[in-house]
């Protein structure tokens, strides 16, 4: 009866956040993560630099004990890197099992999507971010870049960035 129970508690978990998005900025674009994946939002922590990983993984953190991994998310998108501020922010992530932080320039809200209101991504090309991008919401008169998290990191960047945690 109890795992019946636990069943139903993390289905009506997972129903509460279907369709609801993290959005952050990075400069003038709005990106989206599904809300499932975040586990928290922190100011910026002293990090830790790591040598021989690729530019964007910035280092580590110890976050209450545990080391997670922290990627600049303009230097992935190969955007132009700015100086932090008290703006910018890191998204923790969960992903296969492993933690990993989100440098952002900031977070704006949390947004629920409906289904009709995201588009699929072009079938072509437009450079090699197009890869990251699961859909494309629209709220209002605006577009959110909604990002498929588990598309974000490589397989063999995961091997990286899972042996340092």
Same mark, same amino acid.
């Given at each position: 009866?109890?795992?019946?129970?636990?069943?139903?508690?993390?289905?009506?978990?997972?129903?509460?956040?279907?369709?609801? #998005?993290?959005? !952050?900025? *990075?400069?003038?674009?709005? #990106?989206?993560?599904? &809300?499932? !994946?975040?586990?928290? /939002? +922190?100011?910026?922590?002293?990090?830790? #630099?790591?040598? %021989?990983?690729?530019?964007?993984?910035?280092?580590?953190?110890? =976050?209450?004990?545990?080391?997670?991994?922290?990627?600049?998310?303009?230097?992935? !998108?190969?955007?132009?890197?700015?100086?932090?501020?008290?703006?910018?922010? &890191?998204?923790? +992530?969960?992903? #296969? %099992? /492993?933690?990993?932080? *989100?440098?952002?320039?900031?977070?704006?809200?949390?947004?629920? &999507?409906?289904? %009709?209101? &995201?588009?699929?991504?072009?079938?072509?090309?437009?450079?090699?971010?197009?890869?990251? +991008?699961?859909? +494309?919401?629209?709220?209002?008169?605006?577009?959110?870049? =909604?990002?498929?998290?588990?598309?974000?990191?490589?397989?063999? %960047? !995961?091997?990286?960035?899972?042996?340092?945690?």
């Amino acid at each position: 009866m109890s795992s019946l129970l636990n069943e139903l508690i993390a289905q009506d978990d997972e129903d509460t956040q279907k369709g609801k #998005f993290l959005t !952050f900025q *990075l400069g003038e674009e709005v #990106f989206g993560i599904e &809300i499932k !994946f975040v586990t928290e /939002i +922190i100011g910026m922590y002293p990090i830790t #630099f790591i040598p %021989e990983v690729p530019a964007y993984v910035k280092g580590i953190i110890n =976050l209450r004990g545990k080391i997670i991994p922290v990627i600049d998310m303009r230097l992935k !998108f190969k955007k132009e890197p700015i100086e932090y501020d008290d703006r910018t922010c &890191i998204v923790v +992530i969960d992903m #296969f %099992e /492993i933690s990993i932080g *989100l440098i952002v320039d900031c977070v704006a809200e949390v947004l629920k &999507i409906s289904d %009709e209101n &995201i588009a699929p991504p072009p079938n072509y090309r437009i450079g090699k971010n197009n890869k990251y +991008i699961r859909g +494309i919401g629209k709220v209002g008169e605006n577009i959110k870049l =909604l990002l498929d998290c588990e598309k974000i990191i490589s397989e063999n %960047e !995961f091997e990286t960035i899972a042996n340092i945690s």
